[in-house]
């Protein structure tokens, strides 16, 4: 039985490499040795000692059966071979290891972003044992959030519940060091976690000690924080302020730094506080049922949850009883492994989700599709420049050179190259690396977070992989020709062969598909743009209120501006927020989605009206407020086409239907945010939390103007005006980094593409120069002798637009379809568009080099030998 | 086979496996010897000092007991044959010898 903790894929490779009658002592020491080292270094260091201890052992006295010294004298011949070869055709070789290089780096950045998702999480040591209290709801969908009282009520052995809950508060800095008056503000998150939840999720401070327990007033930031605030990366023993949402300030201490959590993780710690804090900061009663924090997560190492499910269950009666509004049939726990991917579908959950499936499987899939495409290049000039050294492998031969040496002189050499790609891969990723993050927004790729190891593994895995698949077929493939058949002359290793053509083909496929794929985005994301949302985004800007009273304020000194259009209060913003609710009509029950806005609200926003009116004014002549609803024309639909001046009732009192809208999305077009049936509720000017306005050409601007209007009302609260067209922001960033990643692989498989097709043409034209010339001189034309060259890219173009066009439409709509509520239909365009343009490339790439080869003089042609 | 002498490290693990004694094998001479000349000994570099002493005729070596910790793996015993022990003498005489010679004065 070994070690558990033995690394296994060195142990195996000292198995491998290593001669057996030495194995048995050899492995046995440096396990003991293993063993030992663990007790006094640590499982880490024992590690790379071992690790270094099988390198050191890669000598000849060691490794298995090898003529060693056969092999260090033959590699330099190889190489000297290798190098001849390069200097022959530095073109061609050139392209194909830029090529190559390109393909490894951006194949480098798709493993890097899948890697990001697949370790999400795992940066916790304790992973495995950590798991999330998730509620069903009654009905369908599943709640993240869950009640303070439940971490405190479970008791039992071996499991520890604790709580996590994240507030975004303003914290107040005064100025450090006498640079003037006055104070810095911030918008920051702060956490407030049971002490369970630093210890189980290991959270250290940077000496990668354990955090000091926190007393009331105390809390940990992280260095990034502390930079931000003190300008300090260790500023323990400061101070710094919150300012609550009744305005009351708390001073605070920093207790401990602690680094920065990765980014694939499901937080974002920034201020970490005791979570008695909740109760002081925000009134909240941390042992209620009625309260809910953002998190409770259960530690339990034997891994039996059943037991921790069903004294949850037990409290669904008291939970239930507490909170009227959102039953919970039972609970569940998911693993902190797998809750990340479920996190984007659970309501009132604000953890860092996964990114979504798509994104991950389109750019691991753009990797792979130029990952292959450069190794079928790979293969096509291999062959076709080996065509040139024909004679050379048969004078080998002859002289006594066997298939294996000939076969390891072709694979050394395309070692090499691939070699020489990784090293240009590694600086050009190095280079792109930045720009990917900028493109996803936030770093997905963090060198300092990934371990150098993997680093080492994943390069030996691509050479190994794509050395082999690049170099065996080719060096197979030629070494296997006679001598006798070489010299006469009687090898065709022409344009013909059909393993090209396939390869070829292949590659313009992958062309033809991404170049689709390009056309159908781009294409897609101005139809996004120009889409009917059934409101106006453009010019609306909203303001968030701490009490409702500023709206009053903010409306008169607004009214006095020119340019300001129109303003109104309201509590729901159409496109970011809405509740789903149950309403009761004619005696039955229907599920909307409800707003609860200002009067004036749906008229800055230009909701159009269909019938009846808008909300003229939030209160009767007598004071009280009014009980009016308007609908949307689906939701008309749903009530039977006629609802208009009839009453619903909602919450248990009646309102009346005053007027029907046309549809309007309420929220982003992502996902399955498609149209709903809606009602919009008037709402009360005591319950406003936003002031909405509608400007004149809205300006960067304006939005400051407004900032410093704020600032002279309400000097002490932070502003968080943000525009209407925001909305808009995530598909606009899905949408431009599709297609920045489309623009890219499809301009690199082209290139490749096209560097093949080259290849091929010359050697064509060479192949078959005396036949040309006859042709010439028996009075062919130029034109003729053109065709001839062409007809079989005709061909490989043909079969490829087939192909390509087709897979990319099933493709692209099974994309569009997971990712957007509302995207374009392909249609004829989307396919003559590609065509064309490959066309084009290919005309103006190889047309001068095509005719260059017709027009040739039949005398040069045929005086060759 | 290179010839007869010893070179400094074959020295070294030639004495360590004579007060290892009874429990001379790969890890503890390994370790017997970074101890004590404070420099790390690969095992790489061991297994080649006594691949070298073997041939030389100057050790040899028997299976023993398998232990847990090393996976169930047999140990190699070292131990000096008789020419290996002449040969260390022989080292330790023309040491004596060469010191013997230094004048007291050159030590200071």
């Known amino acids: 039985m070994s070690h558990p903790h033995l690394p296994k894929f060195w142990s195996r490779l000292l198995q491998w490499f290593c001669r057996e009658e030495l194995f048995e002592e050899l492995q046995g020491d440096l396990e003991e040795a293993f063993g030992e080292n663990i007790e006094s270094f640590g499982l880490k260091r024992a590690r790379r000692i071992y690790r270094l201890e099988i390198l050191k052992l890669m000598r000849p006295s060691v490794i298995k059966n090898v003529p060693a010294v056969r092999i260090s004298q033959l590699t330099g011949n190889y190489l000297i071979t290798s190098i001849r070869a390069f200097k022959h055709n530095p073109f061609y070789i050139g392209a194909n290891i830029l090529g190559m290089a390109l393909a490894l780096s951006i194949g480098t950045i798709g493993y890097f972003n899948y890697r990001f998702n697949d370790t999400f999480n795992e940066y916790f040591p304790e992973a495995t044992s950590l798991y999330k209290v998730n509620g069903l709801r009654t009905?369908?969908?599943?709640?993240?959030?869950?009640?303070?009282?439940?971490?405190?009520?479970?008791?039992?052995?071996?499991?520890?519940?604790?709580?996590?809950?994240?507030?975004?508060?303003?914290?107040?800095?005064?100025?450090?060091?006498?640079?003037?008056?006055?104070?810095?503000?911030?918008?920051?998150?702060?956490?407030?976690?049971?002490p369970g939840f630093i210890r189980y999720f290991d959270l250290a401070n940077l000496n990668s000690q354990p955090l000091p327990a926190l007393s009331h007033g105390e809390v940990y930031v992280s260095d990034e924080t502390a930079m931000k605030f003190f300008g300090d990366p260790y500023p323990v023993g400061k101070l710094l302020t919150v300012i609550l949402p009744n305005h009351?300030?708390?001073?605070?201490?920093?207790?401990?730094?602690?680094?920065?959590?990765?980014?694939?993780?499901?937080?974002?710690?920034?201020?970490?506080?005791?979570?008695?804090?909740?109760?002081?900061?925000?009134?909240m009663d941390e042992n209620s049922w009625s309260n809910w924090v953002d998190g409770t997560f259960i530690y339990a190492p034997e891994g039996d949850m059943t037991r921790a499910v069903s004294q949850m269950n037990t409290y669904l009666n008291v939970q239930n009883q507490a909170n009227k509004d959102l039953q919970i049939s039972s609970y569940r726990l998911d693993n902190i492994l797998e809750w990340p991917a479920l996190e984007a579908s659970l309501h009132n959950s604000a953890f860092v989700p996964q990114m979504h499936p798509a994104a991950v499987a389109g750019t691991l899939g753009s990797a792979i599709g130029i990952l292959l495409l450069a190794c079928f290049n790979f293969i096509n000039t291999s062959i076709a420049l080996s065509g040139n050294r024909l004679k050379e492998i048969a004078v080998r031969k002859v002289l006594g050179g066997n298939r294996t040496s000939t076969i390891a002189q072709f694979i050394l050499e395309n070692f090499l190259m691939i070699g020489i790609a990784v090293v240009i891969a590694l600086a050009l990723t190095y280079y792109m690396i930045p720009g990917y993050n900028a493109m996803m927004s936030y770093e997905i790729i963090q060198p300092d977070q990934i371990p150098w190891t993997t680093f080492v593994y994943f390069g030996l895995v691509l050479v190994l992989c794509v050395g082999l698949m690049a170099s065996a077929y080719p060096a197979f493939y030629i070494s296997k020709f006679p001598s006798l058949a070489i010299f006469r002359n009687k090898v065709v290793l022409s344009g013909k062969n059909r393993l090209m053509t396939v390869l070829l083909t292949m590659q313009f496929t992958l062309c033809f598909y991404n170049i689709f794929g390009l056309l159908v985005t781009a294409d897609n994301a101005s139809y996004q743009e120009r889409l009917d949302r059934g409101y106006d985004l453009g010019g609306v800007i909203n303001i968030p209120l701490s009490q409702p009273q500023q709206y009053t304020a903010l409306e008169d000194r607004l009214k006095q501006q020119t340019d300001v259009r129109q303003t109104a209060g309201t509590s729901s913003l159409i496109g970011f927020s809405f509740n789903n609710h149950s309403i009761g009509f004619n005696g039955q029950e229907y599920e909307v989605a409800e707003l609860g806005v200002g009067a004036g609200y749906l008229e800055t926003l230009q909701v159009r009206l269909i019938n009846g009116s808008m909300f003229s004014q939030s209160e009767t002549n007598t004071g009280e407020a009014r009980k009016e609803v308007v609908i949307n024309k689906m939701l008309e639909e749903q009530l039977g086409g006629d609802a208009l001046n009839k009453p619903v009732t909602f919450n248990g009192e009646k309102y009346t239907v005053i007027g029907v809208v046309e549809n309007f999305n309420l929220r982003q077009i992502m996902f399955d945010n498609k149209v709903k049936p809606c009602m919009v509720r008037l709402e009360a000017p005591s319950s406003y939390s936003y002031a909405t306005l509608k400007v004149d050409g809205l300006t960067t601007d304006k939005n400051r103007e407004l900032e410093a209007l704020w600032y002279e009302l309400f000097p002490q609260e932070l502003y968080g005006g943000f525009l209407q067209e925001d909305v808009m922001q995530q598909v606009r960033q899905t949408n431009f980094i599709m297609i920045n990643i489309s623009t890219i692989v499809a301009t690199i498989s082209i290139l490749i593409s096209i560097l093949g097709l080259y290849t091929l043409i010359s050697l064509i034209a060479q192949k078959r120069k005396k036949e040309f010339g006859v042709r010439k001189?028996?009075?062919?034309?130029?034109?003729?002798?053109?065709?001839?060259?062409?007809?079989d890219i005709y061909w490989i173009l043909g079969i490829a637009a087939l192909i390509g066009l087709t897979g990319g439409s099933v493709v692209m709509n099974a994309v569009f379809d997971s990712i957007y509520a509302y995207h374009?239909?392909?249609?004829?365009?989307?396919?003559?568009?590609?065509?064309?343009?490959?066309?084009?490339?290919?005309?103006?790439?190889?047309?001068?080099?095509?005719?260059?080869?017709?027009?040739?003089?039949?005398?040069?042609?045929?005086?060759?030998? | 086979m290179k010839g007869t002498q010893l070179g400094e490290l074959q020295e070294v693990i030639l004495l360590s496996i004579l007060i290892l004694d009874e429990d001379a094998y790969g890890l503890k001479i390994q370790q017997d010897i970074s101890e004590r000349l404070n420099r790390r000994l690969s095992r790489g570099a061991l297994h080649t000092a006594l691949t070298r002493l073997s041939e030389k005729g100057f050790v040899t070596s028997h299976y023993g007991g398998a232990t847990q910790e090393r996976g169930g793996r047999r140990k190699r015993y070292y131990a000096l044959t008789v020419s290996g022990k002449a040969s260390l003498r022989e080292m330790k005489t023309l040491r004596d010898e060469m010191w013997s010679l230094v004048p007291s004065t050159q030590l200071l």
């Open chain 1, 139 to 194: 009905g369908e969908s599943t709640v993240g959030t869950s009640p303070a009282a439940l971490a405190p009520a479970l008791n039992l052995a071996g499991i520890t519940a604790f709580r996590y809950h994240d507030e975004r508060i303003a914290v107040k800095l005064e100025n450090q060091a006498g640079t003037g008056s006055g104070h810095k503000l911030f918008m920051e998150g702060l956490s407030f976690t049971d």
């Open chain 1, 777 to 791: 001189v028996m009075g062919a034309s130029w034109q003729q002798i053109t065709h001839l060259l062409g007809r």
């Open chain 1, 824 to 865: 374009i239909d392909i249609d004829l365009l989307h396919y003559v568009w590609p065509t064309m343009i490959i066309l084009g490339i290919v005309v103006s790439a190889l047309g001068y080099k095509m005719m260059q080869t017709s027009k040739l003089n039949p005398v040069e042609q045929l005086r060759t030998e």
């Open chain 1, 248 to 283: 009351q300030e708390r001073l605070l201490t920093v207790k401990d730094v602690f680094p920065k959590l990765p980014n694939n993780t499901s937080f974002r710690l920034s201020i970490i506080a005791d979570f008695e804090h909740l109760s002081d900061f925000y009134g």
